[in-house]
């Protein structure tokens, strides 16, 4: 038998096995084609055998497309499917927000909902949430010791006060857009800044939504996942009076530092007392010493004629007049 047929015949047997391969794989997803076809979310058979040998599942492929398909969705190329699901993603999950978005209106494309997906956040209840906005404590009891925001205002009365944030989930900055924390720290913060902005308690207790007005006004969710409806001051009670406090430790510390420096005086009268008697002491001896030179000084006049007595003294002077 020549070469050339025995290549020809080896040609043929080979094109019949991969013939029979391929129609055992695709036997085995008929099934998956034949609802991709009569749904109109038609799939190439050859693709479907190429996404098992790919470690796609073709089943999740398949049924998220017919969800789009049906849905109406903007054409999502079937390799748009397979690249999130190797990548990691849910495939169906983001078919279905991206329909829950469709039906409330809400734009969202593909690329943005697979990137919050793989972001590893919950596109469905992210729709959900711009859908029917959800409701935030502040503080959160869940996650921090303090139950209330405790601020002073300016008369030094204590306020603590409680707030609900109404948000709704901001989709295009959801992919790195700030938490829940950071929404809950910056109201936090504005509620006890409008406090203590407020000339007195008094101001605050008879309407509290300007402490509220105040804090909306001032674009607490920028670079967030969130958008702030409202803000509500859910309960506000009166604290301790920090002012007078306040003023009785100053007046304490006043006392001490006067009773401090009446001590630094009273050391220092001390001391100089001290220093006085100490000084007299000395002066006394010197005394002393001098009253101990006056008889040895007596007895030198006396010795060199300078000192005589009173008698003689006398006698001298009778001398002197009887020899005039």
Sequence with gaps: MPAQQILIIAAIVFGVILVIVFFVLFSKYFHLWLRGFVTGAHVDPFRLVLMSLRKVNPHAIVDSRIMAVQARLPKIPTSAFEAHYLAGGNVRRVVQALIAAHRAKIELDWDTASAIDLAGRDVMDAVRTSVDPKVIDCPDPRKHSRNTLDGVAKDGIQLKARARVTVRTNLAQL???????????????????????????????????????????????????????????????????????????????????????????????????????ALTQENRAKVVEAEAQIPRAMADSFRNGNLRTKSAASANGQNGASMN
């Design 175 to 277: 992919v790195g857009g700030a938490t829940e924390d950071t929404i809950i720290a910056r109201v936090g913060e504005g509620i006890v800044s409008a406090i203590g902005s407020s000339e007195s308690h008094k101001q605050v207790l008879a309407n509290p939504m300007l402490i509220a007005k105040a804090v909306l006004n001032k674009s607490l969710d920028s670079q967030t996942a969130y958008e702030i409806v409202s803000i509500d001051i859910a309960d506000i009670d009166v604290g301790d009076n920090i002012g007078a406090r306040l003023q009785t430790d100053q007046a304490e510390a006043d006392v001490r530092v006067a009773r401090a420096r009446a001590e630094e005086r009273r050391a220092i009268a001390v001391a100089t007392e001290a220093e006085m008697t």
